[in-house]
C-alpha cells in the first residue's frame, strides 16, 4: 500500500485587523519521497506589525530548506537545524529594526509560535515552540500531542515563554510515534482550540473531507466569539509506505521486549506453539495466525538483552534488510514481512517447511553432484542478487542454506549482513564463522579484514567443499588461527571419485589462499557453474611454498645449519685424525 494522505486548509482574520497565522503543507515531489510530507502551523507575535512576517517566512523556510536535508539525517535533527536557523535570523532582524526605532516604545520585533509535523512511511516526528496546538484523532479518542509555552494570557510577549524569534536561540519539542491507517492529525493556532473544547474539536474533525472538517473548526470557533485568528489543519492518513530504517529503529526504542512467551500463548493475534530457537540473544518461536491459518516465525530479543540498544537497532537493521531484500527477490530469500501495528518488538518471517544443509550434512544425507551443482547455483544466483543490492551476508554457512519442501533453496539470517545503513555496533563486529572466513580477515591489515562480496563467495565455496566432501578445506579453524591457511585443500575428487574434474576446479578457486585467484563476482562463478564441462576452468596454481609460509626459508635454513652442525661434530668426534 502506497503513502497516501488527505489534507484539508482553512485560515481566517476574524474579528482582528491582522491576519498573522500562516499554515502550509508540502507534498514530496519526484525523488524526494525519503523525506516524505512535511506541515506547519505558525501564529505571528508581535506589538509592531511584524508578526505576519514572521510566520510567513517561519512556515516557507522550512518547508522550502527541509528537502534540501541530508536524507540520512534524523528528522529531529534536521527539523531543529532548520528551526535554529530561522529563529537566528529573526533575532538578528528584530535586533537590527530595533536599532534603527529607538525611539519607537511599540518596537519592531516579530516572533512566531510553531507546530511542525513530519510523516515519513511509517512514523510521524512533531516539532513544537509556543501556544500552537497538535492533536492526534485516533481509534475514536483524540489526543492533544503537544503543550503550550505560556505563563498565562495577560503578561508580556502574549504569555509566551517560547517562541522562534524571541531568544538568541530557543528550545524546541519534539514527539515521534508510529502512523496508523485512519489516523486525524489536527494542527490549530489558538484561535481555534482556545474557544473550541477538544470534544467538539474531534467531532468537527471526523466529518467530511479534511477541507470541509477544517473550515467548519474555523468557522465554529469564530462563531463561539473567538477573538483571534482562527487556522486548522486537517490531515487524514488514507493508506502508508514499506517501513524506513528510521521507522523500525524508532520501533526498536519506544516497543517493549515481550517476557518469555509460553505455548498457547498469544502476542499481538499470534498464537504461540512453540520456542525453536535460543541463544541468550535472540529467541525465535513458530506462531500461528488463527485468522488465515498461517505459520510465521517470530524472531525477538532474549528477555536479558531487552535493554541493550545496539542488539535493538540491529535487530531492527535485519528486519529493515530482510523487508526490503526479500520483497524484491522472493525466490532465493526468507520472506520478512512488516508486522501490523505490533505492541512488542519483534520481526516476522514466513515458516519453511523444510531443512538446512547443515541439519541434513549432520543426518548424513547423501547428495548426488548433479543434486549438489542444482543447488550450488540456485545459491550463488541468489548470493549475486544480494551483492546487486549492495548487501554482503557475511554468514554463509550450511545452517543458513535452506532446502524448502518446495524444492527451493534458500538462505537464511541477514542479522550480520551489511547494507551501507547498517549500525555502527554491527559495522565494527567481526562476525561470521571462523572456519568459513577468508584468511585476509584474520590479518593485521585493517582495510583485508573488512568483509566483502568476496568474503560471501569464499564463504560458500567453504560449504561447497564441505557439501561434496564432509570435510572443511582447511579443517576446523579457530579466531586467528592463520596457520590452517599453510597448505593447499586437497582436491575434492580424492576424496569423493565422481566428483568431475571441472568441478573440482571450481571449488578450488573459491577457496583458494590467494583472493586474487578466487572468483571476483558472484556472476563469475555462476557461470563456471551453468558451463560445467563444456568451458571448464583452468586447474587452480599451487601456492608457492613461501606464500604458504612465509618462515619456510628460515626453517630450512635452521634445518641446513643443525645438519652441517651434525656433520661437523661427528667429523671431529668419530673420524680418524692423521699422524
Known amino acids: 500500500m502506497s503513502f497516501d494522505v488527505e489534507i484539508g486548509c482553512a485560515c481566517e482574520r476574524g474579528p482582528r485587523t491582522e491576519l498573522e497565522d500562516f499554515a502550509a503543507v508540502r507534498r514530496p515531489g519526484p525523488n524526494e519521497g525519503a523525506w516524505g510530507l512535511i506541515a506547519a502551523v ?27 536535508t541530508p536524507a540520512t539525517w534524523d528528522p529531529t535533527v534536521a527539523l531543529d537545524r532548520l528551526i535554529a536557523a530561522q529563529n537566528a535570523w529573526l533575532v538578528d532582524h528584530n535586533r537590527r529594526r530595533q536599532a534603527v526605532r529607538r525611539d519607537d516604545r511599540t518596537g519592531g520585533a516579530g516572533m512566531s ?3 511542525a509535523l513530519v510523516l515519513r512511511a511509517h512514523g510521524y516526528t512533531l516539532a513544537h515552540v509556543g501556544d500552537t496546538r497538535a492533536y492526534l484523532i485516533r481509534a475514536g479518542e483524540c489526543t492533544q500531542l503537544t503543550q503550550d509555552h ?16 524571541l531568544d538568541e536561540s530557543t528550545r524546541v519539542d519534539y514527539l515521534e510515534g508510529e502512523l496508523q491507517i485512519h489516523d486525524t492529525f489536527v494542527l490549530t493556532s489558538d484561535g481555534v482550540h482556545g474557544v473550541l473544547k477538544p470534544k467538539v474539536l474531534q467531532q468537527l474533525a471526523e466529518q467530511g473531507t479534511p477541507q470541509e472538517a477544517s473550515e467548519a473548526l474555523v468557522a465554529k470557533a469564530l462563531a463561539s466569539g473567538g477573538r483571534d485568528n482562527a487556522t486548522a489543519l486537517v490531515i487524514r492518513i488514507k493508506g502508508l509506505d514499506a517501513a524506513t530504517l528510521d521507522d523500525l529503529s524508532r520501533r526498536g526504542r519506544q516497543l517493549p521486549v515481550p517476557a518469555r512467551l509460553k505455548d498457547g500463548e498469544s502476542i499481538d493475534g499470534f498464537v504461540v506453539e512453540s520456542c525453536v530457537f535460543n541463544n541468550g540473544v535472540h529467541r525465535v518461536y513458530r506462531v500461528r495466525d488463527p485468522h488465515t491459518g498461517r505459520i510465521h516465525a517470530l524472531k525477538t530479543l532474549h528477555e536479558a538483552r531487552a535493554n541493550d540498544p545496539q542488539e535493538r537497532e540491529m535487530l531492527a537493521h535485519e528486519a529493515w534488510l530482510g523487508a526490503r531484500v526479500s520483497e524484491r527477490e522472493a525466490q532465493g530469500l526468507l520472506h520478512v514481512t512488516e508486522p501490523v501495528q505490533p505492541t512488542f518488538f519483534y520481526t516476522l518471517s514466513d515458516w519453511l517447511q523444510g531443512q ?17 551443482v542444482a543447488g550450488s547455483t540456485a545459491l550463488v544466483r541468489t548470493i549475486g542478487r544480494l551483492h546487486q543490492h549492495g548487501v554482503i551476508h557475511r554468514d554463509i ?47 593485521d591489515d585493517p582495510a583485508q579484514a573488512v568483509a566483502t562480496a568476496q568474503s560471501d563467495l569464499f564463504a560458500f565455496g567453504v560449504s561447497l567443499y564441505l557439501w561434496l566432501t564432509g570435510r572443511l578445506p582447511y579443517g576446523e579453524v579457530e579466531p586467528y588461527q592463520a596457520a590452517r591457511y599453510r597448505r593447499d585443500p586437497v582436491a575434492p575428487s580424492r576424496l569423493r571419485p565422481d566428483v568431475p574434474i571441472w568441478l573440482d576446479h571450481i ?5 583458494a589462499r590467494d583472493p586474487r585467484q578466487r572468483f571476483e563476482t558472484a556472476e563469475e562463478m555462476l557461470l563456471a557453474l551453468e558451463r560445467g564441462a563444456s568451458r571448464p576452468l583452468g586447474a587452480p596454481l599451487h601456492s608457492p611454498l613461501l606464500a604458504r609460509d612465509p618462515s ?5 635454513s635452521l634445518a641446513f645449519s643443525v645438519l652441517f652442525n651434525l656433520l661437523l661434530i661427528y667429523w671431529l668426534v668419530f673420524l680418524p685424525r692423521g699422524a
Open 42 to 68: 505558525a501564529d505571528g507575535v508581535s506589538q509592531g506589525g511584524l508578526g505576519r512576517e514572521a510566520a510567513q517566512t517561519t512556515v516557507m523556510s522550512l518547508l522550502r530548506d527541509w528537502y534540501a
Open 113 to 115: 509560535t510553531l507546530t
Open 150 to 165: 505560556t505563563l498565562g494570557q495577560l503578561t508580556f510577549q502574549n504569555g509566551l515563554t517560547r517562541a522562534v524569534g
Open 356 to 372: 538446512t544443509l547443515g541439519h541434513m550434512l549432520g543426518e548424513r544425507k547423501a547428495f548426488s553432484v548433479q543434486e549438489i
Open 397 to 443: 554457512k550450511p545452517d543458513n542454506l535452506h532446502l524448502g519442501s518446495d524444492g527451493q533453496w534458500r538462505i537464511l539470517d541477514l542479522g550480520v549482513a551489511l547494507s551501507g545503513k547498517e549500525p555502527q555496533a554491527l559495522r565494527v563486529l567481526h562476525a561470521g564463522t571462523p572456519s568459513f572466513m577468508n584468511p585476509e580477515q584474520w590479518g
Open 507 to 511: 571449488a578450488l578457486k573459491a577457496v
Open 552 to 556: 619456510a626459508i628460515w626453517k630450512i
